[in-house]
């Protein structure tokens, strides 16, 4: 049974960042309504997949994958002798997965109240980076990398997360065109009166101060980990092109006016963002790899004068 639990770690993961592209489909489609009953589909378990149903049922159907590989997950992690991390891990999944659905049939049934709405992101971003911390403490064994310096890249990792949860009270508060299609300014002003058009670019600033903290975080931890595994210099590394081309596709959603592709491709790259400073921080530290260094011989004690 030990030899599933981290391809089915993976999996989860897998699906889970599935389940956040696929959701993000559901608002910009108008599609959140288009089943006004949960967890029925207009009174169907399997309606017509056309339309908006198509995303906004097709949605609840991955979650339903989501939550059956996590509740698998954990019973092969508790059922399994794991370590007492590890478990307390499993269970923090299996009542993350819980209010992910709960918030989802809330936003629902009260007609998309917004701070229901965006509390269903921030905790799907959540539920996501404790898959990835779970998926990490159950890879098979490998040699110790020694720790290296991870402040910088923690502080990233959580205003990343932040920031998504900032884009999705941009989303739901309408205000992805508060500032028309101008990518610099907010309709040639900097400050522009208090409203949807301040949330805009309070979202808008706040990206352009992630990506430097990233970029910062990267290319400290690629300077100081010099001679560290290559699976954490290359996350190291990859992290700068990934805030860049979420800076890229930030601008280019208020170029196109919203346009679907772009503003899909904004919340997956800012998702894998998020998980690749999750995974460089838990290989950072003390916990970066499972196996023990093999021991030397013991020490000899001083002889008694």
Known sequence: MRAYRFPVAVAAVVATFALLVVGGLVHPTG???ACPDWPLCNGQVF???????????????????????????????????????????????????????????ITVLLRLPLIVSTAHLATSMAFFALLVALAHRLR???????????????????????????GALVRHTGSAMACGTDVFLCDGTLLPAW???QVHLAHRLGGYL????????????????????????GLAAIAPLLVLAQVALGLLTVA????????TLHLAVGTLL????????????????????????????????
């Open 31 to 33: 599609s959140s309504l």
């Open 47 to 105: 309606p017509a997949m056309r339309g908006g149903v198509l995303y906004e049922h097709g949605h609840r159907l991955v979650a339903l994958a989501v939550v059956l590989l996590t509740l698998a997950l954990a019973g092969l992690v508790l059922g399994t002798g794991a370590d007492r991390g590890t478990r307390w891990l499993a269970i923090g999944a299996v009542l993350l997965v819980g209010v992910q659905a709960s918030l989802g049939a």
């Open 140 to 166: 098979p064994e490998g040699p110790r990398a020694a720790p290296a310096p991870r402040r910088l890249v923690g502080l990233a990792a959580v205003a990343v997360y932040l920031q998504i949860v900032l």
């Open 195 to 197: 409203g949807p058009a």
């Open 210 to 233: 992630v990506a430097a903290l990233v970029i910062g975080a990267a290319a400290r931890t690629h300077a100081l980990d010099r001679s560290g595994p290559p699976l954490r210099r």
């Open 256 to 263: 196109t006016g919203v346009a679907l592709p772009i503003v």
């Open 274 to 305: 998020l998980g690749d400073l999750v995974t460089l921080l838990l290989l950072l530290g003390p916990g970066g790899a499972t196996a023990r260094p093999a021991a030397g011989p013991a020490p000899r004690l001083a002889p008694a004068r």
